[in-house]
T-cell receptor
Framework: KAGVTQTPRYLIKTRGQQVTLSCSPI?????VSWYQQTPGQGLQFLFE???????NKGNFPGRFSGRQFSNSRSEMNVSTLELGDSALYLC?????????????FGNGTRLTVT | GQQVMQIPQYQHVQEGEDFTTYCNSS?????IQWYKQRPGGHPVFLIQ?????EVKKQKRLTFQFGEAKKNSSLHITATQTTDVGTYFC???????????FGKGTKLSVKP
């Protein structure tokens, strides 16, 4: 089976712009979770989608949003980018909801905001 | 909300020495998971612990889940350079039901 695919791998944006990141889960997986990873902060939970419904949301501002399509692919959008949004964004899929392991992570999208 | 604390943040060891990372949750967990992230890579699932007091071993790695299901540890015996990476614990048990990760322990091993 192919693993979790995230595109693009790298992005450079300027403040105020918006960005959309994509995640294709492992075939058959219905749950997709998104995490922000920054040095010293570890993995911070953004949101989880299960069968096209947002199941959980972390403590991030409304500029961060996401959605999941009927084929389980997910997108994450960040509007009005700030310098502090520079991070590695990881997507993870699982067969069931995120609390049921294992989570399979993609290689991430490295976002740099200048 | 639920918090998962992990210590130490960094650990530098000589090859052959042992290594332990500790994880503590502010709430009782239904399960705890451990992941390893190699430099430049993504987190990879290692194991899940579910039962109070559970101990599981994977070769040189020993995982423990506390009796109160609020803490856990990962112990590596006789570290090797292949053990280099960041080890994350992740707990599930808050009202939200999502997985909360600790900040990780970055292990470096000097040959």
């Amino acid at each position: 089976k192919a693993g979790v695919t995230q595109t693009p791998r790298y992005l450079i944006k300027t403040r105020g712009q918006q960005v959309t990141l994509s995640c294709s889960p492992i075939s058959g997986h219905r749950s997709v979770s998104w995490y922000q990873q920054t040095p010293g902060q570890g993995l911070q939970f953004l949101f989880e989608y299960f069968s096209e419904t947002q199941r959980n949301k972390g403590n991030f501002p409304g500029r961060f949003s996401g959605r999941q399509f009927s084929n389980s692919r997910s997108e994450m959008n960040v509007s009005t980018l700030e310098l502090g949004d520079s991070a590695l964004y990881l997507c993870a899929s699982s067969l069931g909801v995120s609390g049921e392991p294992p989570l399979h992570f993609g290689n991430g999208t490295r976002l740099t905001v200048t | 909300g639920q918090q998962v604390m992990q210590i130490p943040q960094y650990q530098h060891v000589q090859e052959g020495e042992d290594f332990t990372t500790y994880c503590n949750s502010s709430t009782t967990l239904s399960n705890i998971q451990w992941y390893k992230q190699r430099p430049g890579g993504h987190p990879v699932f290692l194991i899940q612990l579910v039962k109070s007091g559970e101990v599981k071993k994977q070769k040189r790695l020993t995982f423990q889940f506390g009796e109160a299901k609020k803490n856990s540890s990962l112990h590596i015996t006789a570290t090797q350079t292949t053990d280099v990476g960041t080890y994350f614990c992740a707990g599930n048990g808050g009202s939200q039901g999502n997985l909360i990760f600790g900040k990780g322990t970055k292990l470096s091993v000097k040959p």
